[in-house]
């Protein structure tokens, strides 16, 4: 929750977001409810239903298959989407990031959005806990260099938040 409400924080009226899938995007999507004159772009649609009735907040999904367990949206057309628009944030998920090794996620299937995302983004955010830092996985989604902001628990370790600031990476914790 902590690292939702920072995030949410960095939006501005006037905003053009994407929030990626994903329970922490989910807290910062309950935080943007009184954000007025944005617009929220989704594969989620527990992101969509959250933000439904949020007066000053424009709802994109973005479409594509429905991955029932989670309610997130994959796939050609979610690539297409994504890769159609120029957002100002890009918030990610993401089970795993690694100071030499960037942003990685285990699921091939869903590295194509994850980069579509970033690509689409003048900034992009990335929202981990602290579980989920120095953590590596099969698949590189981004390295360091396209992240500009890493947000996460106070917890994580002081080693790997110094080796994120050496890359770069505005880091801030909660």
């Known amino acids: 929750m902590r690292i939702g409400q920072m995030a949410a ?17 989910l807290h910062i999507a309950k935080n943007l409810t009184k954000h007025t004159n ?3 772009v989704t594969n989620d649609i527990n992101i969509a239903a ?3 009735d949020a007066p000053g907040v424009k ?5 594509g298959e429905l991955y ?3 309610y997130m949206l994959n796939g050609m057309f979610t690539d297409y989407v994504l890769r159609s628009l120029h957002v100002s944030k890009a918030f990610i998920g993401t089970p795993a990031i690694h100071p030499k090794h960037g942003l990685m996620h285990p699921e091939a299937q869903l590295v194509l959005a994850k980069q579509g995302m970033i690509s689409s983004a003048q900034e992009v955010i990335v929202v981990a806990d602290d579980t989920k830092i120095g953590k590596l996985s099969l698949y590189k ?10 947000i996460t628990g106070k917890e994580a370790p002081d080693y790997d938040i110094k080796q994120f600031e050496d890359a770069g990476i505005n880091v801030i914790t909660v």
């Open 50 to 52: 959250e933000l439904r």
């Open 9 to 25: 924080s960095l939006v501005e009226d006037g905003d053009h977001v994407i929030l990626d899938s994903g329970t922490t995007t």
């Open 38 to 40: 944005i617009t929220v």
């Open 68 to 70: 029932p367990s989670s």
């Open 59 to 63: 709802v994109t999904v973005t479409g």
């Open 141 to 150: 989604v981004a390295p360091n260099s396209a992240i500009h902001t890493l």
